[in-house]
């Protein structure tokens, strides 16, 4: 009888089961896994918010599609539901980088609703206050044919530098570091710089200070080019922080950490020298204020800090636990 009363005070396998599975899910879960996850429910939290309206419901619909995505593929990888070693790895790096890449084609549906007011006045007045002057004016007088397609050549080779190091790096590294923080890093620039997009809108000198212009940038191969792509695919409300300054720069710290390994021993000094002018080339093109610049490059520093320490962490973490934080193709998932 008394066994019997102890027995009564014992947990079930049918109560302590479900319990136990879903705290062995949840510490499956990566740091990455989790910051995606807080971003897209950020989103889709500030599309909920939004007015009521045709666009509140697309982006509603998109934002909740992206969270499905993710939450889906973190069930089916990291609980163990698909193993396969080529699957497997491809659909969680489409889910976790993916959704994130993928979300800044939906803001620009997205920020004129969510925060329709614009501070291009208080990003311009806080140039002048901080720094007493504005480089898109200052630039005005240097502008001719060769030095807006320089600066315009360089403002679009922000996307090949991208895919130069997100591909290579997520499909094919076997260097669990070097992926991890690659990853970390520019996911966080990325989700940081979206909703911060939603604090603080603006549209840029281009068109805040379009009057304040002497000088019309000619119209070129590279500038006509990064014109299209602009007004085809932009957010166009999307300038503080700038990402055209903070991913480049985060690359280009990472390149010189790994600078003792292949290609980033040769690859860092040109990465670096593309950053530098990219950062140019965003004020050149009166894209971004000072302001928006700086921001980029403490964003990019924060990233590159919390990547490698993050990175730290959870390779110990992961040691306990026996799974891996990003599967390498080839490798299960668990």
Known sequence: MAMDQRELYLPQPSDAAPVSAVRRYL????????LVLVFLCVLLGAALSA??????????RRMGSLLTVLVATLVIVRGGLLKHRFWAPLLYRLAIYGTVQLSYFFLAGLLPIV?????????????MALFGLEPAMVMDSWVTSITTEWFAFFYFSYFFLLA???????????????????AFGMITVVCVGHVVYMLVPGFGPYKAMADS??????????????????????????????LHTAGPTFIALLS???????????????????????IFATMFLRWHYLIDVVAGLFLASVAYIAAVRVTTWEA???????TPGWPL????AR
């Not at 193709?329 to 299960?332: A, H, R």
Request: cysteine-free; glycine content about 6%.
């Open 27 to 34: 510490r499956e879960l990566a740091a990455h896994d989790w």
């Open 51 to 60: 007015p009521a309206g045709e666009m509140r419901d697309v982006s509603v």
């Open 115 to 127: 925060n329709p007011t614009t501070l291009d006045k208080e990003l311009y007045q806080l140039d």
């Open 164 to 182: 130069l190091h997100v591909i290579p790096i997520l499909m094919f590294s076997r260097s669990r570091r070097l992926l991890s923080e690659f």
């Open 213 to 242: 212009f002497r000088n019309t940038l000619p119209s070129g191969l590279w500038l006509d080019m990064v014109m299209q792509t602009v007004a085809s695919g932009g957010a166009q409300m999307d300038i503080f922080p700038s």
């Open 256 to 278: 010189f950490r790994h600078r003792d390994r292949m290609p980033f021993r040769y690859s860092w000094p040109v990465v670096a020298f593309f950053a530098i002018n990219i």
């Open 316 to 322: 110990k973490r992961r040691a306990q636990l026996g």
């Open 329 to 332: 193709f080839g490798e299960s």
